[in-house]
C-alpha cells in the first residue's frame, strides 16, 4: 500500500521525500527509520512538539506541514530506483504549494510545465501529455 501523502490547504511548508523507506512502507507513516533525522530535525527547530515522532505524522498537516514523496515505491535507498519509478511528466499549479515541483522534475530529467488553474482545468486522475519545451499540456484520458 502506498505511504499517503499529509497535505491541506494553506501549509507553510511541504516536506518532499524521494521515496518512502521499507520501513515506512511497512508502519505506514513518513520518515520512520530508526537512523532517520528528520523528526529531531522539525523537534530541534521547535516546529513540533518535544514529543512528536512518526507515529504522529498526520498531526503535522494541523501545525502547518504537509509530507509527500517523488516517488510511491519503496525502497532500501533511493539507489534502488529507475527511471520507470519516476513521473514522465508533471503539471503544477503556478504559485501552488507544489510549484518548487517543477525544479525537482527538472532534476530529474522530467518534463514540467507550470499554468495557472491546473488543478481546476485538469480533473483528478487525468492522464496528460506534458511537452515542457513548449509549455504544453494535453488531457488524453
Not at 511548508?13 to 533525522?37: C, D, E, M, Q, W
Not at 522530467?110 to 499554468?115: D, L, S, T
Amino acid at each position: 500500500m502506498p505511504l499517503p501523502d499529509r497535505l491541506g490547504p494553506g501549509l507553510r511548508a511541504v516536506f518532499v521525500g524521494i521515496n518512502p523507506s521499507l520501513r515506512s512502507a511497512s508502519t505506514a507513516h513518513h520518515y520512520a527509520g530508526p537512523g532517520n533525522r528528520f523528526w529531531p530535525a522539525l523537534r530541534g527547530a521547535g516546529l513540533v512538539p518535544e514529543d512528536m515522532g512518526y507515529e504522529r505524522d498526520h498531526e503535522l498537516v494541523a501545525l502547518g506541514f504537509g509530507l509527500t514523496n517523488v516517488v510511491a515505491r519503496a525502497t532500501r535507498g533511493a539507489s534502488e530506483l529507475t527511471p520507470r519509478d519516476h513521473a514522465r511528466g508533471l503539471v503544477v499549479e503556478r504559485g501552488g504549494m507544489l510549484s518548487h515541483g517543477a525544479i525537482v522534475a527538472r532534476d530529474f530529467g522530467i518534463p514540467a510545465v507550470v499554468m495557472k488553474n491546473a488543478s481546476r482545468l485538469i480533473p483528478d486522475g487525468s492522464t496528460v501529455k506534458v511537452d515542457g519545451s513548449k509549455g504544453r499540456v494535453e488531457i488524453t484520458k
